[in-house]
């Protein structure tokens, strides 16, 4: 979806893969050769291309980078903590926890994203075989997708484990609620659903101001709405540090704080329909 793009970069890159999913691979693979790596991402080097490890050193904080780890191995840690047959990681982009993430050869794990996009990392990874059985899905997320889903396989009646990272932020309101009205609809009770979200006041944010367009100051309200129930951590937290954030977020009921939330939610009812 929207990212920011260098203009200069932008020219000399594919423009169906956004650089900021490259420089999200330049983090993971500088994450994978560190003697003390949470994650281990063998295929993140190729994937990021040489100036987005120049770009993270010119444009990101450490703090910026140790949420990036941090967010990795939370939702990491979430997908292999459930064992469920069905995976589903939308705008999946450069991820490549099909391929590195030990599957059971059972599981399917579909991804979707823009054809480019997914094209881009298929032929990049072509020499790789993913364990699970492994379902690119080329589909415009802000359009109806769901059929695309059904048809390469998704079992609507069986449970499944959802990924969002990295999205809603840059969805209009709209397109949020509908994104998660349709998650909501194809899922049954029991099953998990992991996303990130920021707050209203992160919207404002300088750099992104413009390309964040969601948030939400209550996520455990927002997912209840859907039938999720939800568990709500900040980046430094017990729950989300790893002995890597070194600046927590203060306790959320500080106020004029920009946040970003990491939620892991399970389908507990059906939820409510959302206009708009």
């Not at 910026?64 to 999946?92: C, E, K, N, W």
Request: charged letters at 20%; aromatic letters at 12%.
């Amino acid at each position: 979806m929207s990212e920011i793009i260098p203009n200069s970069i932008a020219e000399d890159y594919s423009k169906f893969v956004p650089f900021t999913a490259r420089m999200m691979a330049a983090m993971r693979a500088r994450e994978t050769n560190r003697d003390d790596r949470l994650f281990t991402d063998p295929f993140a080097a190729q994937l990021a291309g040489e100036e987005a490890f120049q770009q993270v050193d010119l444009r990101l904080t450490p703090q910026d980078q140790a949420y990036v780890t941090v967010r990795t191995r939370f939702f990491d840690d979430f997908l292999m903590g459930t064992p469920v047959g069905q995976i589903v990681i939308l705008a999946s982009g450069l991820d490549t926890r099909a391929y590195r993430l030990p599957w059971p050869p059972e599981v399917k794990v579909y991804e979707l994203d823009y054809p480019e996009v997914l094209a881009y990392k298929a032929n990049l990874l072509k020499g790789s075989s993913p364990s699970c059985q492994h379902h690119l899905i080329g589909a415009d997320l802000t359009q109806p997708w769901e059929d695309q889903l059904v048809s390469a396989g998704y079992a609507s009646t069986l449970p499944s484990i959802w990924l969002v990272e990295g999205l809603l932020m840059y969805f209009s309101e709209v397109q949020a609620h509908r994104l998660l009205q349709t998650v909501s609809n194809l899922v049954m009770p029991g099953s998990h659903f992991g996303l990130d979200l920021i707050n209203l006041q992160s919207l404002e944010y300088g750099p992104y101001q413009g390309y964040f367009q969601f948030g939400t100051d209550t996520p455990e309200q927002l997912l209840s709405q859907y039938g999720w129930q939800a568990e709500v951590v900040q980046p430094g937290e017990a729950d989300a540090n790893f002995d890597r954030y070194a600046e927590p977020f203060p306790p959320r009921d500080v106020p004029n704080v920009m946040r970003i939330f990491l939620v892991k939610a399970k389908k507990v009812a059906q939820g409510t329909e959302i206009g708009g």
